[in-house]
């Protein structure tokens, strides 16, 4: 959208001093995102982030706004409470002119604005394992904060979200209707999800048999929706919390592993450069169980490789299905970019499935060593 189309928008906000300049922001598959730099009075600059929530994706946008509303609150007064500054520490919503926090334009697109978090960087993928295991920490501290809030309170803004029952369902609905003629070319890729669907839908069935616990989740735990501090590079923020819902913690772990300790971007062409790293996965670990020590049970910390094995697949399929859909939900950039994505992801579950041992000797390490710390605390 223009400049000046924005600057409308942007009008029914309460935001401080008067609009200076509009820049898109890109990183995001779903949303459309500006950052406002605004001119106050006093010669000072402040900045905005504004957006347009896809309704395509989110079609109870108001319902998405009253969970962010309530959790950012939360966090806010848990931070508070801990003698923290939350100002750059929590997303802050910003009121419309109507008293609201989301503003629906003539044309029925739905707008929310926040304080945009300066001197801060959100990295598509980490620059050191240090960096990674800030975001662990970020969020793992996140979980923690949201331990005590009533997660059966909040709305699922897109139901079933990270049911992969469900999502086996509309893969196999996408394959029959094969609405855009591309089945034909995908029988590799299609028996690759067959195959694995005991895996893939076996967080869904311990949730089902009280084996792993509702939570709080954010459910889309990729490393660029953490800001870290331009300076000191620590951890300052979550961001994106469109999709915060009642979930698995195995879910955030998951999903944060697998795109940030990949050694390739989630759309790699090159299939050889497509790894999971093993530094990155400990640094995310580390920083992760450092927060969530005593918030989640030991069989969570235990299972968590379950969570990066199930979210790769997962959305590898989502990739695939939206391919075969004809590109209707991510945004693409060239005309087999869902492919691209479905094969990057299925060859990094690959890599993942070879490590698995591996990941799991390490997290049930470190829920052992809560059982020795518990105990020893306990004499
Ligand atoms: C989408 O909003 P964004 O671009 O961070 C998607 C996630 C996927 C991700 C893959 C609401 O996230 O589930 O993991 O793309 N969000 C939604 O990059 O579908
Ligand atoms: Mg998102």
Same mark, same amino acid.
């Given at each position: 959208m223009?400049?000046n189309?924005i $600057?409308?928008?942007?009008?029914?906000f309460?935001?401080?001093?008067?609009?200076? *300049?509009?820049?898109?922001?890109?990183?995001?598959?779903?949303?459309?995102?500006?950052? /406002?730099? %605004?001119?106050? &009075?006093?010669?000072?600059?402040?900045?905005?982030? /504004?957006?347009?929530? %896809?309704?395509?994706v989110?079609?109870?946008?108001?319902?998405?706004?009253?969970?962010?509303?309530?959790v950012?609150d939360?966090?806010r007064?848990?931070l508070t409470?801990?003698?923290?500054? &939350?100002?750059?520490r929590?997303?802050?919503?910003?009121?419309?002119?109507? @008293?609201?926090?989301?503003y629906r334009? *003539? $044309?029925?697109?739905?707008?929310?604005?926040?304080?945009f978090?300066?001197? $801060?960087?959100?990295?598509d993928r980490? @620059? !050191?394992?240090?960096?990674?295991?800030?975001?662990g920490a970020?969020?793992?501290e996140?979980q923690?904060?949201?331990?005590?809030?009533?997660?059966?309170?909040?709305?699922?803004?897109?139901p079933?979200?990270?049911?992969?029952?469900?999502?086996?369902?509309?893969?196999?609905?996408a394959?029959?209707?094969?609405?855009?003629?591309?089945?034909?070319?995908?029988?590799?890729?299609?028996?690759?999800?067959? %195959?694995?669907?005991?895996?893939?839908?076996?967080?869904?069935?311990?949730?089902?048999?009280?084996?792993?616990?509702?939570?709080?989740?954010?459910?889309?735990?990729?490393?660029?929706?953490v800001m870290?501090?331009a300076?000191t590079?620590?951890?300052?923020?979550?961001i994106?919390?469109?999709?915060?819902? &009642?979930?698995?913690?195995?879910y *955030?772990y998951?999903?944060?592993v697998r795109?940030?300790?990949s050694?390739?971007?989630?759309?790699?062409?090159?299939?050889?450069?497509?790894?999971?790293?093993?530094?990155?996965?400990?640094a995310f670990?580390?920083?992760?169980?450092?927060?969530?020590? @005593?918030?989640?049970?030991e069989?969570?910390?235990?299972?968590? &490789?379950?969570?990066?094995?199930?979210?790769?697949?997962?959305?590898?399929m989502? +990739?695939?299905t939206?391919?075969?859909?004809?590109?209707?939900?991510?945004?693409?950039?060239?005309?087999?970019?869902?492919?691209?994505?479905a094969?990057?992801?299925?060859? /990094?579950l690959?890599?993942?499935?070879?490590?698995?041992?591996?990941?799991?000797a390490?997290? $049930?390490a470190?829920?052992?060593?809560?059982?020795?710390?518990? !105990?020893?605390?306990? +004499?």
């Amino acid at each position: 959208m223009n400049r000046n189309a924005i $600057a409308d928008v942007a009008a029914h906000f309460r935001f401080a001093g008067s609009l200076e *300049d509009v820049r898109e922001l890109t990183s995001g598959l779903i949303n459309n995102s500006y950052r /406002l730099t %605004n001119r106050l &009075p006093d010669g000072s600059a402040r900045d905005y982030v /504004l957006q347009q929530i %896809n309704t395509y994706v989110f079609k109870k946008p108001e319902q998405v706004m009253s969970n962010v509303e309530r959790v950012t609150d939360h966090l806010r007064r848990k931070l508070t409470a801990a003698g923290e500054d &939350p100002a750059r520490r929590a997303l802050r919503l910003i009121e419309t002119v109507d @008293g609201g926090t989301m503003y629906r334009d *003539d $044309a029925d697109r739905c707008w929310r604005a926040y304080d945009f978090i300066c001197d $801060a960087v959100a990295y598509d993928r980490a @620059g !050191t394992p240090e960096h990674f295991r800030e975001a662990g920490a970020a969020f793992g501290e996140f979980q923690r904060m949201l331990f005590d809030f009533p997660a059966g309170e909040l709305y699922e803004t897109i139901p079933g979200f990270h049911n992969t029952r469900q999502r086996f369902e509309t893969f196999r609905q996408a394959v029959a209707i094969d609405r855009a003629g591309r089945v034909k070319d995908l029988a590799r890729e299609i028996s690759f999800f067959l %195959n694995r669907e005991e895996m893939l839908c076996s967080i869904v069935k311990k949730i089902e048999q009280g084996e792993l616990p509702l939570r709080v989740t954010h459910n889309d735990t990729k490393m660029n929706n953490v800001m870290l501090d331009a300076q000191t590079g620590k951890a300052l923020c979550v961001i994106d919390l469109d999709t915060v819902m &009642p979930g698995s913690a195995l879910y *955030d772990y998951g999903d944060a592993v697998r795109f940030g300790a990949s050694t390739a971007a989630e759309d790699e062409e090159d299939l050889r450069k497509v790894s999971l790293d093993m530094a990155y996965f400990r640094a995310f670990t580390d920083g992760f169980v450092s927060q969530v020590r @005593g918030a989640l049970t030991e069989e969570e910390i235990r299972l968590l &490789p379950l969570g990066v094995e199930v979210l790769t697949g997962e959305l590898a399929m989502r +990739f695939l299905t939206d391919y075969i859909d004809g590109d209707l939900y991510f945004k693409t950039s060239r005309p087999d970019h869902n492919l691209i994505r479905a094969r990057a992801q299925m060859r /990094l579950l690959e890599d993942v499935e070879e490590k698995y041992d591996a990941l799991c000797a390490y997290t $049930a390490a470190l829920a052992d060593a809560k059982i020795q710390i518990l !105990t020893k605390s306990g +004499f």
